[in-house]
Antibody, heavy 120, light 107 residues
Framework: EVQLVESGGGLVQPGGSLRLSCAAS????????MTWVRQAPGKGLEWVAN????????NYVDSVKGRFTISRDNAKNSLSLQMNSLRVEDTAVFYC?????????????WGQGTLVTVSS | DIQMTQSPSSLSASVGDRVTITCRAS??????LAWFQQKPGKAPKSLIY???SLQSGVPSKFSGSASGTDFTLTISSLQPEDFATYYC?????????FGQGTRLEIK
């Protein structure tokens, strides 16, 4: 069974940084696009970013461009999201998801999520 | 950006009912439309992709259809475990966008 386990969430002050990780197992990680989706408390789902199989192509929602960086380490079956200049409005549960093959951005398997709280 | 508008925003139904949720795209997205189910405190679960293809392991009581820019998710014979929030998502173009969600409640 595909497994995705996020970590790295927590409380951070506005303007601060946080790095999220997603450990993948039980599938060939290097063969899939991967994506991050977030959900603010009590709100809907928002796509954040995705990355292709070798990390050469990355896409972001406008609200995080220049602040967030998605990356992956295929040797470690790991996906990351470096978040800088965090804002209160970035407070959300962040999910990593495997993109359904051969697509780039719709998830077929999702992790359980990690909560990021941006507050002073 | 492509706007995805779901209707209704909330829906009350009884066990055994058949319900339909609609998602309208603000422009053409071919059939690049997915449906997800989310229960409180849990991650979204994939139900349907490519507008009408059933995710492996999802019961056939869930079905999807498309007509132009209108998409529907139909759930037949509602069971207690089906009461949740449902989201549509377009993956035709960036930015990828979701509908606002439809909360399905027990009547």
């Amino acid at each position: 069974e595909v497994q995705l386990v996020e970590s790295g969430g927590g409380l951070v002050q506005p303007g601060g940084s946080l790095r999220l990780s997603c450990a993948a197992s039980e599938f060939t990680f290097s063969s899939y696009w991967m994506t991050w989706v977030r959900q603010a408390p009590g709100k809907g789902l928002e796509w954040v970013a995705n990355i292709n199989q070798d990390g050469s192509e990355k896409n972001y929602v406008d609200s995080v461009k220049g602040r967030f960086t998605i990356s992956r380490d295929n040797a470690k079956n790991s996906l990351s999201l470096q978040m800088n200049s965090l804002r209160v409005e970035d407070t959300a549960v962040f999910y990593c998801a495997r993109a359904r093959y051969p697509y780039a951005a719709t998830g077929d398997y999702w992790g359980q999520g990690t909560l990021v709280t941006v507050s002073s | 950006d492509i706007q995805m508008t779901q209707s209704p925003s909330s829906l009350s139904a009884s066990v055994g009912d058949r319900v339909t949720i609609t998602c309208r795209a603000s422009q053409g997205i071919s059939n690049y439309l997915a449906w997800f189910q989310q229960k409180p405190g849990k991650a979204p679960k994939s139900l349907i992709y490519d507008a009408s293809s059933l995710q492996s392991g999802v019961p056939s009581k869930f079905s999807g259809s498309a007509s132009g820019t209108d998409f529907t998710l139909t759930i037949s014979s509602l069971q207690p475990e089906d009461f949740a929030t449902y989201y549509c998502q377009q993956y035709y173009t960036y930015p990828i966008t979701f509908g606002q969600g439809t909360r399905l409640e027990i009547k």
